[in-house]
């Protein structure tokens, strides 16, 4: 059955309303992280490729956004720049930067921490996005269904980078086999709904995570057995990004990527 | 007395036609398939658009140039439009015409078919080759691809396939 804003109740409206923050500020960051890639990626075709796919998951961002907008959550661009680390509600595997030293200066970016991160963020995407396209909030479905035409090239671009680098030299593999540790010690939060299981559940809105979960550990198995390594195995996290919990590098994150709304928040841009 | 000029959903779409791509002038939105509605009531005219990918930064270009061409047809007062994720754009929404408009550009259509992992084959726009290599599946915009023609030796851009399959 399908459901639309008109005719939910309060608390419907808020089981919602969070399922979109956590889908929109995991986009969010993630695309803001891969933007920081731009001009360091390892060859100037990946260049083009990652930051067309940071273009594209920036743009899913907005339609969660703008569906929050028209239940009468604030602007878009209030919603992506204006909320202060506490109300975020990204797993913290997207707020990690991309390495050490800053942008702007030195970066020593690990593009076998990118790759991981990346492969394994839109494998789980794709299993809830696969999730939503039976979601009773029907234009939640309709962003669902076309988020997934795109997230198709992407999946295939990530899992190629993973299989390649698992494939190749010593060296290479050692530093992925950190990646994926780095990886996993953060995964914890990724297949949590914060405090709003049970609602979820209530409404209909998307499966339970621990169903979710169990996808996302069967696409990945069969993956590494070719490769030869075992599976990876989610840690325990020791904060919950869907609860508000996160790192300095969320607060760094917002402090640079909302310098310029800062300046006047009532200027679109 | 005063009669308001009737709008024809004729003129409309003849204006529409006129709406090129920001950045492939031989095509129009109408070629690319991303008008999905039209309607008249009276002097008010709402379109209905698809965008091809969410993240296009020119969907908003795209839509200034639908109200000022829409804005200049006779009888018109009001424009609307209004982008809508349902039905999802998919490539074979690309009319002949459009198909046309593309390789006049030096990019190849959207192929028609591809496989489960994702691959694909165009030939070469310039000469009809079929011997071509995929370089880069990510090109200059969201919406193309990078490829190269082993037989004329040029690179060129094909439109991704995008389907309700995936
Ligand atoms: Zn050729």
Redesign the interface.
């Known amino acids: 059955m399908s459901t639309n804003a008109v005719e939910m109740t309060p608390a419907h409206k808020e089981a919602l309303a969070e399922l979109l923050f956590q889908l929109a500020d995991d986009d969010f960051l993630l695309s803001y992280r891969g933007s920081e890639w731009l001009g360091l990626a390892p060859h100037i ?1 990946e260049d ?3 930051s ?2 940071s ?6 961002a ?2 969660y956004f703008g569906l929050l907008e028209e239940l009468g959550y604030g602007k878009i661009d209030d919603l992506a720049h204006g909320r202060s680390a506490k109300e975020r509600k990204n797993s913290i595997l997207v707020e990690r930067e991309n390495g050490a030293g800053y942008y702007m200066e030195t970066p020593r970016y690990d593009w076998a921490y990118a790759v991981v991160r990346n492969y394994f963020y839109t494998l789980a995407k794709k299993v809830k996005i696969d999730s939503l396209k039976k979601t009773t909030y029907q234009p939640l479905a ?2 669902a ?9 992407h999946h ?2 990530w899992r190629t980078w993973f299989t390649q680098l698992l494939s190749s030299s010593d060296e290479a593999k050692e530093r992925m086999n950190k990646a994926i540790e780095g990886v996993m010690a953060d995964f914890g939060d990724v297949f949590s709904y914060g405090n709003a299981s049970q609602s979820f559940k209530e409404f209909a809105l998307i499966e339970d995570a621990t169903v979710l979960k169990q996808r996302w550990e069967a696409a990945l198995e069969e993956v590494v057995k070719a490769l030869h390594i075992e599976s990876p195995i989610i840690q325990q996290p020791d904060r919950n990004g869907r609860l508000g919990e996160h790192t300095e590098e969320l607060d760094r994150a917002l402090s640079t990527l909302s310098e310029v709304y800062r300046l006047n928040p009532s200027v679109p841009w | 007395m005063y009669q308001p000029t009737l709008v024809a959903e004729k003129d409309i779409m003849e204006a529409l036609e006129l709406v090129q791509d920001p950045e492939i002038s031989t095509v129009s939105v109408v070629d690319l398939g991303m008008i999905e509605g039209v309607e008249i009531h009276d002097s008010h005219v709402s379109i209905t658009m698809l965008p091809t990918f969410l993240g296009c930064p020119a969907l908003e270009i795209i839509k200034k140039n639908v109200v000022e061409q829409i804005q200049s047809v006779a009888g018109v007062e009001a424009v609307e439009v209004l982008f809508k994720t349902a039905p999802p754009w998919t490539s074979d929404r690309i009319t002949e015409k459009g198909q046309k408009g593309l390789k006049a550009f030096g990019i190849a259509p959207p192929p028609k078919h591809f496989t489960e992992d994702g691959s694909w084959h165009v030939d070469c726009p310039y000469c009809g080759s079929t011997y071509v290599t995929l370089d880069n599946i990510f090109g200059p915009t969201a919406c193309r691809s990078i490829l190269y023609c082993k037989s004329c030796k040029n690179p060129f851009e094909a439109m991704k396939p995008i389907s309700n399959l995936m």
């Open positions: 075709e083009v490729a990652s067309s796919i273009q594209d998951t920036m743009g899913h907005k339609m309709e962003v269904t076309k988020v997934s035409m795109e997230l198709f090239y295939i671009h």
